[in-house]
Nanobody
Framework: VQLQASGGGLVQAGGSLRLSCAAS????????VAWFRQAPGKEREFVAGISWRGGSTSYADSVKGRFTISRDNAENTMYLQMNSLKPEDTAVYYC??????????????????WGQGTLVTVSS
């Protein structure tokens, strides 16, 4: 599967952005998917994940209550709605996928497919 992330940009603190990730391949609906991010000088970190049917989600503590992950399997697309953005949310955001539909992991090493990343910059 190939992943194409979009929707990043520059936003003021307190603002919102919606990231999208379009996936190729008819089997996307069977993949576990998630969002990771990497800030300058830092390691990649888990942001949010969603099960293959969309019934189960998980979030990093730092974004819980502000970010919402979702997926539309009919459209082969996943989303990350980001509200109440903070300067510390500034990072390159990556959408990821794995063919194990039951994968629930916060480790970047466990996901086989990565999008190219989209930059989110939050100004104070």
């Amino acid at each position: 599967v190939q992943l194409q992330a979009s929707g990043g940009g520059l936003v003021q603190a307190g603002g919102s952005l919606r990231l999208s990730c379009a996936a190729s391949g008819r089997t996307f609906r069977n993949y576990a998917v998630a969002w990771f991010r990497q800030a300058p000088g830092k390691e990649r970190e888990f942001v949010a994940g969603i099960s293959w049917r969309g019934g189960s989600t998980s979030y990093a503590d730092s974004v819980k209550g502000r970010f919402t992950i979702s997926r539309d399997n009919a459209e082969n697309t996943m989303y990350l709605q980001m509200n109440s953005l903070k300067p510390e949310d500034t990072a390159v955001y990556y959408c990821v996928a794995d063919p194990n539909p039951y994968l629930h992991s916060t480790s970047p090493d466990d996901y086989d497919y990565w999008g190219q990343g989209t930059l989110v910059t939050v100004s104070s």
